[in-house]
């Protein structure tokens, strides 16, 4: 059972504009979801969360949105920049993270 | 921010043989530990929880007895996967959570294991 799903395995942006990131899930006991960020050879580092009870949340080019009513949470990045290239993993975390599958982001410059 | 070490990270072994991994928080009392299993262009799967002192619980389909897992001090968390065959061939990593982090878990660099 995929509780985490993350239906585009990639996406490709031009530098400056805005990468959006899609996440659906099927669990509705999450308290929270994460967004981490992976460079090759490097384990994930953890990028942004928010609540299940708020909507959105905000930190600096990142901004994460969630609907709980469709159950789908996205990553907003603004403006997309080279660095961001790499792969983004949502979670999900009750008692424990459950992530999905993740989405490689390329931002070309 | 915290800094979780993971090593080796690249494993090349012959089947049947054991190979050891560890991971360590550098900088914080690490209270659980996670262990994780990717293949590749598929999520991260929890293999275990482990707490400082007791003994790790495992997901369902883990074996607990292919994949011993010590986690002996807060700052020290083994997997050994005994007896590796080729299926065992996988991307692992672990992270770990400590006092006042919350969910903010903090990773390792991963190890990539190969059996030949």
């Known amino acids: 059972d995929q509780q985490v799903k993350q239906n585009s395995p990639s996406l490709s942006v031009q530098e400056g504009r805005i990468s959006i990131l899609n996440c659906d899930y099927t669990?509705?006991?999450?308290?929270?979801f994460l967004w981490y960020k992976k460079y090759p050879a490097e384990g994930p580092t953890f990028l942004i969360s928010?609540?299940?009870?708020?909507d959105k949340n905000e930190d600096g080019r990142f901004t994460v949105f969630l609907n709980k009513s469709a159950k789908h949470l996205s990553l907003h990045i603004v403006p997309s920049q080279p660095g961001d290239s790499a792969v983004y993993f949502c979670a999900g975390y009750g008692n424990k993270l459950v992530f999905g599958a993740g989405t490689i982001l390329r931002v070309k410059s | 921010g915290a800094v979780v070490s993971q090593h080796p990270s690249r494993v090349i072994c012959k089947s049947g043989t054991s190979v050891k991994i560890e991971c360590r928080s550098l900088d914080f009392q690490a209270t659980t530990m996670f262990w994780y299993r990717q293949f590749p262009k598929q999520s991260l799967m929890l293999m275990a929880t482990s707490n400082e002192g007791s003994k790790a619980t495992y997901e369902q389909g883990v074996e607990k007895d292919k994949f011993l897992i010590n986690h002996a001090s807060l700052t020290l968390s083994t997997l050994t996967v005994t007896s590796a065959h080729p299926e065992d061939s996988s991307f692992y990593i672990c992270?770990?959570?400590?006092?006042?982090?919350?969910?903010?878990?903090?990773f390792g660099s991963g190890t990539q294991l190969s059996v030949l």
């Open positions: 669990n509705s006991m999450f308290d929270y």
């Open positions: 992270s770990a959570s400590g006092r006042g982090y919350n969910e903010k878990l903090f």
């Open positions: 928010i609540s299940s009870i708020k």
